[in-house]
């Protein structure tokens, strides 16, 4: 089993609607936990992290749900600029804070 | 400011040669990562450096795989005898010290082995 698990879609959605991911983890050891975004042939870049307590940033919002091994990420209003492959992070500290990343959600936002 | 740079961008390799691919981290940062993306996959971490000291290389595939950084900055990861699976982009990425800091990536190698 992987560590991290992701479906990796492809999800087509509208402009303007609003769109869900899901990402489980098996290491319960695991301390923190971010999403990242990947365009197409470019490199990760770090889109939040995610807390316990849930956190928004403008259009997106992360949850973590530490009982259940399980992340989302919510987007909201989506743009054509959202397209792009959404990857769930962790990071366990003590294993020098390499990350481990899932495979990674396409997203295909359309007119 | 500067980001992380990577070169070369794009390396073609017939397979049983040896390839070089270098990492410039931002100024400053003295964690270095390395990872290995496959085609429709997420990256894999590969190696893990502090300063010059390698603290953690569990990830490299085989011994055909050799990271350095001699002077605590520029990073070197080396592969002999490539073989075909080892078809990937390399990503490297810095960070500040210490647990959570976010890691900046670069822009990656895309190695093909024919």
């Known amino acids: 089993r992987k560590e991290v698990e992701q479906d990796p879609g492809p999800f087509n959605v509208p402009e303007g609607a609003t769109v869900a991911f899901n990402c489980t983890y098996s290491?319960?050891?695991?301390?923190?936990f971010f999403w990242y975004r990947q365009d197409c042939r470019k490199e990760p870049k770090l889109l939040m992290s995610?807390?316990?307590?849930?956190n928004e940033d403008g259009r997106f919002t992360a949850q973590l749900n530490r009982a259940s091994q399980y992340i989302s990420l919510l987007i909201r209003d989506s743009k054509l600029s959202d397209s792009a492959t959404y990857l769930c992070v962790l990071n366990t500290w003590g294993g020098g804070n390499k990350l481990t990343f899932g495979t990674g959600t396409q997203l295909k936002v359309e007119l | 400011g500067a980001g992380v740079s990577q070169s070369p961008r794009y390396k073609v390799a017939k397979r049983g040669q040896d390839v070089a691919l270098r990492c410039d981290p931002i100024?400053?940062?003295?964690?270095l990562f390395w990872y290995q993306q496959a085609l429709g996959q997420g990256p894999e971490f590969l190696t893990y450096f502090q300063n010059e000291a390698q603290l953690d290389k569990s990830g490299l595939p085989s011994d055909r795989f050799f990271a350095e950084r001699p002077e605590g900055s520029v990073s070197t990861l080396k592969i002999q005898r490539t073989q075909q699976e080892d078809s990937a982009v390399y990503l490297c990425?810095?960070?500040?010290?210490?647990?959570?800091?976010?890691?900046?990536f670069g822009p990656g190698t895309r190695l093909t082995v024919l």
């Open positions: 100024s400053g940062h003295v964690s």
């Open positions: 995610v807390y316990s307590s849930g």
């Open positions: 990425a810095s960070s500040l010290p210490g647990a959570y800091n976010e890691q900046f």
């Open positions: 290491n319960s050891a695991s301390q923190s």
